[in-house]
């Protein structure tokens, strides 16, 4: 694999993690008093990401997946790309290995409740916690014969506007509508359903409306926030 295509591959690993909400989190279920063998366990998660596309996931510690993480917090991340494709084999997905532990960082949190702002309403009750699933591989198939493993090092990127992302956001709010119509995001109509950015960083913009997500993708990373100015002015 050439260094161009492992770049395009992790390229579309990011943009998957970015523009998904949801994923199957398989986890290790303990072996019990009545079965001795530990078996594979699927779960149905909301997802968010940190700046670097390090997955985020808010979970209750009472649910039967942080139970088991909480044993052995290996785990595995299906997230499908393939909505909406006649012929789902043919669209692109991809399964991340990695290890999930809690993490309190108020930035993770603020991600989250960005994108899934329904989470609110228990996200303060004392059992759930935020976590991070700190990448280690992931196996993308992106079509028929286009497989790959790729490392952490390869996926995740530099974050440098981490810290000033809330400052972006309010920057960009009153062009969210201009910024989903770039991103070829349906217009939702009405107020309640109007579109709103929810997150910034060099390779793209967020934008949620009532539970629809999605993303405005730069062509290319930027190096400084003005840049998003002349792409937006330029009708890019």
Not at 23 to 41: G, I, M, N, R, V
């Amino acid at each position: 694999m050439t260094f161009r295509e492992a770049s395009e591959y992790a390229g579309l690993v990011r943009r998957l993690i970015r523009t998904t909400d949801r994923a199957t989190l398989s986890t290790l279920l303990a072996p019990s008093a009545d079965d001795t063998e530990a078996w594979p366990f699927g779960s149905l998660v909301m997802l968010a990401c940190d700046h670097d596309a390090t997955p985020i996931l808010l979970m209750s510690d009472l649910s039967e997946h942080a139970r088991n993480l909480a044993r052995d917090p290996r785990a595995s991340l299906l997230i499908d790309g393939t909505a909406g494709l006649s012929d789902a084999l043919t669209g692109p997905r991809v399964t991340l290995l990695g290890r999930v532990t809690p993490d309190p960082d108020p930035v993770l949190r603020r991600r989250f409740l960005s994108r899934h702002p329904r989470a609110g309403f228990y996200a303060g009750f004392a059992d759930f916690n935020v976590y991070r699933f700190s990448l280690e591989r992931g196996h993308l198939v992106a079509g028929f014969g286009k497989v790959r493993w790729l490392e952490a090092a390869a996926i995740t990127t530099a974050a440098p506007w981490r810290e000033v992302e809330p400052t972006l956001i309010a920057r960009y709010a009153d062009r969210a509508g201009l910024i989903a119509s770039r991103a070829g995001a349906k217009d939702r109509g009405g107020e309640s359903t109007a579109w709103q950015v929810i997150g910034v960083d060099p390779e793209g913009i967020d934008l949620r409306a009532d539970g629809a997500v999605a993303r405005f993708s730069f062509p290319q990373p930027l190096a400084a926030p003005d840049e998003i100015d002349v792409l937006l002015a330029a009708g890019i």
